[in-house]
């Protein structure tokens, strides 16, 4: 069965920074771009970043831009979502998204929110 | 970046009824690689993550019962429910993957009348 499954998420302060991991399995994350899309509470679904086969290719939003780094590591079968300089907009769920997939892929997601 | 215009932002249908949604994107989503529109559409019920219903436009997900349809090329494309059933009230989105960035519609809720 394909499956991702996202972990990571909590509580942190503004400035404060978290590491997100989603796991796969079932199919090899090694060829399939992977993406990170999150959703603020009671708003729409809004993407975040996306990383190429190998992670030498990578795209951010704007609003993260700077900020967040997505990275993989294929032999894991895991993609990562290094959050730093975290603000109080960034609290969201996170949901970790494989599209090349038939049909797509999304987890569960993980809360991540940033208060003081 | 590819604009999703969604239609309406909500729609109230009797139970039995059919319900249509309508998403334009501002530019073809149709690859020329595979002749495949890469267009799907979600349902997102409260405290759960979306789940997807069509995907390459009109491709239903295994599972997803057939009264929900998928349809459309280019920049126009609809999703139809045939006949509304209580367990349908939901917020559906459409998503574009052609590009990056990915992008969705502002989303249609769905209630029973």
């Known amino acids: 069965e394909v499956q991702v499954v996202e972990s990571g998420g909590g509580l942190v302060q503004p400035g404060g920074s978290l590491r997100l991991s989603c796991a796969a399995s079932?199919?090899?994350?090694?060829?399939?771009?992977m993406h990170w899309v999150r959703q603020a509470p009671g708003k729409g679904l809004m993407w975040v970043s996306r990383?190429?086969?190998?992670?030498?290719?990578?795209r951010y939003a704007d609003s993260v831009k700077g900020r967040f780094t997505i990275s993989r590591d294929n032999a894991k079968n895991t993609l990562y979502l290094q959050m730093n300089s975290l603000r109080v907009e960034d609290t969201a769920i996170y949901y970790c998204?494989?599209?090349?997939?038939?049909?797509?892929?999304w987890g569960q997601g993980t809360l991540v929110t940033v208060s003081s | 970046d590819i604009v999703m215009t969604q239609s309406p932002e909500s729609l109230t249908v009797s139970l039995g009824e059919r319900a249509t949604i309508n998403c334009k994107s501002s530019?073809?989503?149709?690859?020329?690689?595979?002749?495949?529109?890469?267009l799907a559409w979600y349902q997102q019920k409260p405290g759960q993550p979306p789940k997807v219903l069509i995907y390459?436009?009109?491709t239903r997900e295994s599972g997803v019962p057939d009264r929900f349809s998928g349809s459309g090329s280019g920049t126009d494309f609809t999703l139809t429910i045939s006949s509304l059933q209580a367990e349908d009230v939901a917020v559906y989105y459409c998503?574009?993957?052609?590009?990056?960035?990915?992008?969705f519609g502002g989303g249609t809720k769905v209630e029973i009348k």
């Open positions: 998204v494989c599209m090349g997939t038939s049909p797509p892929s």
């Open positions: 079932g199919f090899s994350i090694s060829t399939y771009y």
């Open positions: 990383i190429n086969f190998d992670g030498s290719n990578t």
């Open positions: 530019q073809s989503v149709l690859s020329s690689s595979n002749n495949k529109n890469s």
């Open positions: 390459w436009a009109s």
């Open positions: 998503q574009q993957y052609y590009d990056v960035p990915l992008t």
